[in-house]
């Protein structure tokens, strides 16, 4: 595998093949292991997403949790790429994404930004759809923004192929646990 679409392809059929119970599992898993870091960090607000397809399913997160604010994404623009963000309730947006009816902030008004994506490497860059959605989000974040990918085992490769625009998350949460990568995102020139 060389190009993006070959890796998207390839990380969409690993994910797409496990188990749906596995799924289940690893995404308790998961939720259980951020709740943990949420309370050691004292975090109360966090930007979360409702899964699409064989994604990680955060909802455990959410609804076990009532009292803290997660905000959702809503696309409001493909070019350029823009996410609004707001609370519950959420409803069919854009490519069958459960999008929050309300969306009044351009930058979510969170200390923890938790990143979806097809694969992650070993350096915390991710892969996407292809969209750029979360990149051009990561280009604007405060610095005090936490940002973690989040996803399973199998979608971890040792390198990804990256564009100028790609930026990298600071940390990713797996079944596995937590992984650091550099505290401070860089850009690949």
């Not at 979360?134 to 490769?157: C, K, M, N, S, W």
Request: hydrophobic share 40%; charged share 25%; net charge neutral.
């Amino acid at each position: 595998m060389e190009t993006k679409s070959e890796f998207r392809a390839h990380f969409r059929r690993l994910r797409n093949g496990a188990p749906p119970e596995a799924r289940a599992a690893w995404s308790e898993a998961i939720c259980g292991r951020l709740a943990e870091f949420c309370l050691s960090r004292r975090i109360r607000r966090i930007g979360a997403f409702w899964p699409l397809g064989s994604e990680i399913d955060l909802r455990p997160l959410v609804q076990g949790h009532p009292d803290w604010v997660f905000t959702f994404p809503r696309i409001t623009s493909t070019e350029p790429p823009r996410l609004a963000w707001g609370p519950e309730p959420l409803e069919p947006g854009l490519f069958g994404l459960l999008e929050p009816v309300h969306a009044q902030h351009f930058l979510p008004p969170v200390q923890l930004l938790l990143v979806p994506g097809l694969a992650f490497d070993a350096r915390g860059f991710r892969l996407g759809y292809g969209k750029g959605f979360y990149d051009a989000l990561l280009d604007h974040l405060p610095g005090d923004v936490i940002t973690l990918g989040v996803g399973f085992e199998l979608q971890r490769t040792p390198r990804l192929p990256v564009s100028p625009q790609d930026l990298p998350v600071q940390g990713l949460m797996t079944e596995e646990g937590l992984t650091w990568f550099e505290s401070k995102p860089q850009r690949v020139e």
